[in-house]
């Protein structure tokens, strides 16, 4: 419910063309970490969660298996913590190069293409979880998700976590 809310906050600012909707990204990422933790290593998601207010974001990326987000989660986070504009200017080319490779258009679309490959890779957990509980609605579900079905989810997410690796050295902090 959190990340659905957020996700649905985001889009609206989004909307808005107010990068506030960033700051709720992060929370989706998180909260969809935390649902492919809970999927995939339900013991270690317990262990995290009764670590209570001790728990980071970083925490569920890296249990999920996807520290490859670090450039994502950094940039997100200076959003969040309302960071200098120069430093700002630095998170939003990193979104851009994430999202680009070779868009020129890019920097224009860079808030909208990370909501969107966070929508996915949510959208891709819930069908995982609906698919091992209610197999009819998953395939419902799966049906309006572009690239459904195990083998696209899992290969759109594996191309969005290499773009987001092939950017871990930028630098986010303002010179």
């Known amino acids: 419910m959190v990340a659905s809310s957020a996700l649905r906050a985001a889009f609206w600012l989004w909307l808005e063309d107010d990068d506030r909707s960033l700051v709720l990204a992060r929370t989706v990422v998180e909260q969809t970490a935390r649902l492919r933790v809970w999927r995939v290593k339900p013991e270690k998601a317990g262990n995290i969660e009764a670590r209570g207010s001790q728990t980071s974001t970083r925490d569920w990326l890296d249990t999920a298996g996807w520290r490859r987000l670090s450039i994502l989660n950094r940039s997100l986070g200076e ?14 080319a990193a979104l851009s190069a994430i999202q680009s490779q070779g868009d020129a258009l890019a920097e224009h679309t860079a808030r909208g293409g990370t909501l969107n490959e966070i ?9 995982y979880l609906t698919r091992a509980y209610h197999p009819s609605l998953a395939a419902a579900f799966e ?3 572009p690239y459904a079905g195990v083998d696209g989810t899992e ?6 976590l290499q773009r987001c690796w092939m950017h871990r050295g930028l630098t986010l902090n303002a010179n």
């Not at 969040?80 to 939003?92: D, K, M, Q, V």
Request: charged share 10%.
């Open 79 to 92: 959003f969040s913590h309302a960071s200098l504009p120069a430093t700002l200017a630095n998170a939003r």
């Open 119 to 127: 929508a996915y890779a949510f959208g891709s957990e819930i069908s």
């Open 143 to 145: 049906s309006v998700l």
């Open 155 to 160: 290969a759109r997410v594996e191309q969005w």
